[in-house]
Nanobody, 125 residues
Framework: QVQLVESGGGLVQAGGSLRLSCAAS????????MGWFRQAPGKEREFVAA????????FYADSVKGRFTISRDNAKDTLYLQMISLKPDDTAVYYC??????????????????WGQGTQVTVSS
């Protein structure tokens, strides 16, 4: 059973930064990729970023390119999302997700098998 636990969310002013972490347990050897999604009130869950566990290829939503960086620590089985130049539009609950599937689009939420409980990020103007 895979467990994902996010941390690092909080309240920050526009222009500030935060680093989210997602501690994973359960299946490091069969994991193909992990991703970050977010969901704002009244909106659908949207893709933010993803990374293949090996070799570490990264993918970003256009809205966060140049501001967010996804990374992973294979030894710690942990996923990160470094966020800088935060905007009020970045306010949402951020979720990490895990998939063992290959040959799938990492941009689509249904392609992920396991999800964390989410961490709130609030950016004030």
């Amino acid at each position: 059973q895979v467990q994902l636990v996010e941390s690092g969310g909080g309240l920050v002013q526009a222009g500030g930064s935060l680093r989210l972490s997602c501690a994973a347990s359960g299946r490091p050897f069969s994991r193909n990729a992990m991703g970050w999604f977010r969901q704002a009130p009244g909106k659908e869950r949207e893709f933010v970023a993803a990374i293949t566990w090996i070799p570490g290829s990264t993918f970003y939503a256009d809205s966060v390119k140049g501001r967010f960086t996804i990374s992973r620590d294979n030894a710690k089985d942990t996923l990160y999302l470094q966020m800088i130049s935060l905007k009020p539009d970045d306010t949402a609950v951020y979720y990490c997700a895990d998939t063992a599937r290959s040959g799938i689009s990492l941009y689509n939420a249904p392609n992920y098998d396991y999800w964390g409980q989410g961490t709130q990020v609030t950016v004030s103007s």
